[in-house]
């Protein structure tokens, strides 16, 4: 975050009075402004990049989101296509869709089938389903870098998944 807030301040205290220094009509003023402003993106940009970098480097933890009562879960492909004059494509996600509750009621939520998720068949009646984020070891790291990843454990009742082939 330092480097994406902090090198275009630095740029625009350090530079600006110069630039400004050889402008004598509104043009001038006008192009200089441009300039500067197009600079100052370009160097937030550079600034982002060095946050990314420094934040695969330093030292991360999954830290715990929470546990959420499940209510109801299933799994579903979202086929989106597309068919024009004899040529197509399709596209294809795999989700678990959930429904979780939270203060009096219910509420929805859908998880991308992905390597950070994981099912836990246990002997219980309900479910449950923790939710953990990515952070940096020590607090102090989210000032030099960007880090953002997020984990799901579902804990459901033994026998609920399918097993079997289809060929």
């Not at 982002?48 to 209510?71: D, E, R």
């Not at 989210?142 to 984990?151: K, L, N």
């Amino acid at each position: 975050m330092i480097f994406v807030i902090g090198l275009p301040i630095l740029v625009i205290v350090f530079s600006w009075a110069d630039w400004f220094r050889y402008a004598s009509d509104f043009l001038d003023y006008f192009f200089l402004s441009l300039l500067g402003l197009s600079l100052v993106g370009v160097v937030a940009t550079i600034g982002a990049g060095l946050a990314f970098l420094v934040g695969c480097i330093l030292p991360k933890k999954w830290q715990n989101s929470g546990t959420a009562k499940l209510i109801a879960m299933r799994d579903i492909n979202g086929i989106k296509g597309s068919f024009v004059l004899g040529t197509g494509s399709i596209e294809s996600k795999q989700y678990y869709f959930f429904y979780k509750e939270q203060g009096g009621g219910f509420v929805p939520g859908k998880v991308e089938v992905s390597d950070n998720v994981v099912i836990y068949e246990e002997g219980r009646e309900d479910g449950a389903l923790k939710s953990f984020s990515r952070e940096f070891s020590n607090p102090i790291f989210w000032f030099f870098g960007v880090v953002s990843s997020e984990r799901y454990e579902f804990f459901i009742p033994k026998g609920s998944i399918r097993t079997g082939f289809v060929l």
